[in-house]
């Protein structure tokens, strides 16, 4: 099975720049949407960002819209986010999780284990 | 954009009890693209139902699911101790692709 692992979190001061990476195991990767999900700190899950199987569709949650950018390498089989103008409602866990097959509809098969922002001064 | 709200926000239940979960969406939700989370503590979330109805792989015949257009329900038989999770909804028909707030399982 697939595996999706995040990396790149850490402390950043409001207003600095962060980015997220996400691996996958397989080629399998390029194939499928690919999306970020974040949690806050005793919240819930919030819908980020998807990117379609070939990068031709791409949408943003209204909270993060044109500050992040999603993008994926699939000849690496790795998916990023960068985030500028971090705020600190930015702080929580980053998951990416695997969508639809080829375009963005579908359900959420497979998560990585996340990865930790913290937006502070 | 639509919302989904589930209810109730938090259940206090015994082992071997049942429950019923409630999504309901503020439009229509195309059912093949309703599907449910299980977020154990300190765990990523994981696929419990798809298309409304289909247990994803793995997953136990205690978990089922129903609904169309704006409501939906998720039921657990037989509760077990190790159902103690929080629960969403959400829906990939379209963007954005929001989950519900959650329903807070306590065994």
């Known amino acids: 099975q697939v595996q999706l692992v995040e990396s790149g979190g850490g402390v950043v001061q409001p207003g600095r720049s962060l980015r997220l990476s996400c691996a996958a195991s397989e080629s399998t990767f390029s194939s499928y949407s690919m999306h970020w999900v974040r949690q806050a700190p005793g919240k819930g899950l919030e819908w980020v960002a998807v990117?379609?199987?070939?990068?031709?569709?791409?949408y943003y949650a209204d909270s993060v819209k044109a500050r992040f950018s999603i993008s994926r390498d699939n000849s690496k089989n790795t998916l990023y986010l960068q985030m500028n103008s971090l705020r600190p409602e930015d702080t929580a866990l980053y998951y990416c999780?695997?969508?639809?097959?080829?375009?963005?509809?579908?359900?959420?098969?497979?998560w990585g284990q996340g990865t930790a922002v913290t937006v502070s001064s | 954009e639509i919302v989904l709200t589930q209810s109730p926000g938090t259940l206090s239940l015994s082992p071997g009890e049942g429950v019923t979960l409630s999504c309901r969406a503020s439009q229509s939700v195309d059912s093949r693209f309703l599907d449910w989370y299980q977020q154990k503590p300190g765990q990523a979330p994981r696929l419990l139902i798809y298309a409304a109805s289909s247990r994803a792989p793995g997953i136990s015949n205690r978990f089922s699911a129903s609904g169309s257009g704006t409501d939906f329900t998720l039921t657990i038989s037989r509760l077990e101790p190790e159902d103690l999770a929080v629960y969403y909804c959400h829906q990939c028909a379209s963007p954005p692709y929001n989950f519900g707030q959650g329903t807070n399982l306590e065994i």
């Open positions: 990117i379609s199987s070939d990068g031709s569709e791409i």
């Open positions: 999780t695997r969508g639809g097959y080829g375009d963005p509809q579908g359900s959420f098969d497979i």
